[in-house]
Structure formats: structure tokens, C-alpha cells
């Protein structure tokens, strides 16, 4: 009886440790994804790769950005006949994670 009850622990034991393995795994791509999407707009002033846009504005590309667990909202200059002294991409960025505000850029 003794030997039963502790095989069914060390199945349980492995059970979780499966499952903590596929929680961080998942977080470790989560993470990745979200990175990815906060340089491509704060660093490379272009819009973002994974998230999707809603509330979009005319002019090619200023609106809100929503990912999984962050959002982006942008502001930018995306119509290919603007003037060239005016930077093309985005201008002003704010990405959010879990709907805390984590960095605001403006480009000058």
C-alpha cells in the first residue's frame, strides 16, 4: 500500500513539473513576442510585428496596437507623399504591459 500511494506522488510530482515547465516556457515566448514589438516601436520607430491594430486612423497606421497582455498606442507620419523633411514612422509611442504605462517615446 505504502509503495502505491508514493508511486501516485511521483506521478503527481511529474505532472507538475511538466506543467511549471510549459507555464515558463510559455512566459519565455511571451515575453520574446512582447520585447520584439516594444523595440520594433521604441527604438526602431516602426509599427509593431505581433500586435494587432484597432482604432486605426486614416493615415496608415496611427492607433492603438493590442498583444496579448500589452498594447501600443502610436502616433506617426505613415502616408508615403509626406513631405521629406517630416521623419516617416512612428513619432509618438506608448506601450503599456497589463495597462501600466511602461515607457512613453517621442521622436524629434
Not at 80 to 99: C, L, S
Request: with cysteine.
Amino acid at each position: 500500500m505504502r509503495y502505491q500511494q508514493y508511486k501516485l506522488r511521483g506521478v503527481d510530482n511529474i505532472k507538475l513539473k511538466r506543467v511549471g515547465f510549459v507555464i515558463a516556457l510559455l512566459f519565455i515566448v511571451w515575453s520574446i513576442i512582447a520585447v520584439i514589438d516594444y523595440w520594433q516601436v521604441c527604438h526602431n520607430y516602426e509599427k509593431p510585428i505581433f500586435a494587432i491594430g484597432s482604432k486605426l486612423q486614416e493615415d496608415g497606421g496611427s492607433g492603438l496596437y493590442k498583444g496579448i497582455g500589452y498594447s501600443v498606442d502610436i502616433r506617426g507620419n505613415f502616408m508615403p507623399d509626406m513631405p521629406e523633411e517630416e521623419p516617416q514612422g512612428v513619432t509618438n509611442a506608448k506601450f503599456y504591459v497589463f495597462g501600466n504605462l511602461i515607457e512613453e517615446k517621442s521622436r524629434n
